[in-house]
């Protein structure tokens, strides 16, 4: 009996691309009720997750943690000086302790920024220094990837394939990229059964052959994929998102300490503490959109068709959204990555606004188009050969089981 696995790699290599898309771009509703009527039961599905944040400790959210830990001492301070001391020093001691107080939130309001491309204002709680640290941490996991999973050769068809979608990608968008911004490595993990992508803020991306394998090697749809790692990386979305989960972090610290004195207040209760984790939650939610938009607008410059980006999202909406283990999210040297849907946009959250798009990126596709007059270079090496050898794997692989 031919197992599930078998029978949706069958279905899916016997589509040919003809059939599984219409001219303009968006598939065909009989193909959309066929993944329906056969979902892809058999693939682990996470959402595109992208930022991988390595353990270090910033300076910012320490000293919002550190600081109210002292603030018993100083008042315990205050009141043995007011019996103790003459009444200037008791003024020193008050005014020392209101400008420790207000030293914190005045430095983070130096931590404000403008994110590149899309100008959206936010907080970057990490200094130079510890974004530096993060980078090599990021390496540090990187190589502790490499060193744990198979990865595929630089010569293998499939990591041309990868390898030339970033280039076209990284040429195209010379506008838009940090001078100081290295161009990413990708490491094409030999995985045909997780669907996973991390970026890393040492400008390395990891990505599993399944991806490959779920869009039939199409390049388009490859290049959705690869537009929004490579977005993340542009938008420094690491740094920016460890910054602000370490600070919740340390306020979550804090509550915990002084909840029994808190819940002496009236009107307090702990459901109201959710509410910051809720609003990192949606924090993150706010950057795998914004990576989403702007990989749309990557693909446009660099001559790809960014009605792929919701191809692949109306893809993914067949797919069963069953989550990687939690013990693969750990916070530690992996770095923090989220294993619920509640960090990310929903698949037809991502398919609405990501048509909503299309009419601000398909002018820019259409003009570099023309600009180029259509000589941007596809892929050259047929990857057929590979599909016929899975097809014959789905068909009599099984056969001895």
């Known amino acids: 009996m031919i197992s599930n696995l078998t029978r949706n790699l069958i279905l899916k290599n016997t589509i040919s ?65 007011a019996k ?33 491309n899309t100008y959206r204002k936010r907080f970057m709680l990490l200094w130079p220094w ?3 640290k993060l980078i090599n941490k990021a390496n ?48 094409l993990i030999n995985n045909d059964d997780i669907l996973d992508g991390v970026s890393y803020p040492c400008s390395a991306i990891t990505l599993t052959t399944s991806w ?34 370490f600070t919740f972090k340390a306020l979550t610290q804090l509550h915990d300490m002084f909840y029994d004195f808190l819940s002496l207040l009236p009107g307090f209760n702990k459901v109201n503490w959710i509410r910051p984790l809720i609003y ?17 607008e990557l693909m446009a410059n660099a001559g790809y068709d960014p009605a792929n980006a919701i191809n692949l999202w109306e893809l993914m909406c067949n797919i069963s959204s069953s989550q990687i283990p939690d013990e693969s999210h750990h916070d530690d040297g ?22 909503d798009n299309l009419i601000n990126v398909q002018n820019i596709y259409f003009n570099t188009i023309n600009d180029n007059n259509n000589n941007f270079k596809s892929f050259k090496n047929d990857l057929g050969l590979r599909r016929l050898e899975l097809t014959i794997w789905a068909i009599f692989g099984n056969k001895s089981q």
């Open 140 to 187: 540090e996991c990187v190589e502790n990837v490499l060193g744990t999973e198979e990865i595929i050769p630089e010569n293998d068809n499939r990591s041309k394939l990868v390898n030339h979608i970033l280039d076209r990608i990284w040429e195209s968008n010379n506008n838009k990229i940090n001078s100081d911004l290295k161009k990413p490595v990708i490491y």
């Open 212 to 245: 490959l394998r779920l869009v039939d090697y199409n390049e388009d749809l490859l290049a959705a994929v690869l537009s929004h790692e490579i977005a993340h990386i542009l938008q420094n979305h690491a740094s920016e998102f460890y910054g602000l989960s």
């Open 280 to 296: 990192l939650q949606k924090h993150s939610q706010t950057l795998e959109k914004e990576a989403d938009l702007l990989g749309q």
């Open 334 to 355: 992996h770095g923090v990555r989220h294993s619920s849907e509640s960090s990310h946009p929903s698949k037809e959250q991502r398919v609405k606004y990501l048509t």
């Open 84 to 116: 103790t001391l003459s009444p200037q020093i008791r003024t020193k001691i008050t005014y020392s302790l209101g400008s420790a107080l207000l030293t914190i939130p005045t430095i983070f309001l130096f931590t404000s920024d403008v994110a590149p």
């Open 130 to 132: 510890e974004e530096r």
């Open 17 to 81: 691309k003809n059939l599984l898309f219409k001219q303009n771009g968006l598939l065909r509703k009989s193909i959309q009720s066929t993944f329906t009527r056969y979902p892809l039961t058999n693939y682990s599905a996470r959402s595109f997750y992208s930022d991988s944040q390595a353990t270090i400790v910033p300076l910012l959210p320490t000293l919002l943690f550190s600081l109210p830990l002292c603030v018993p001492y100083f008042l315990t301070l205050r009141m043995i000086a």
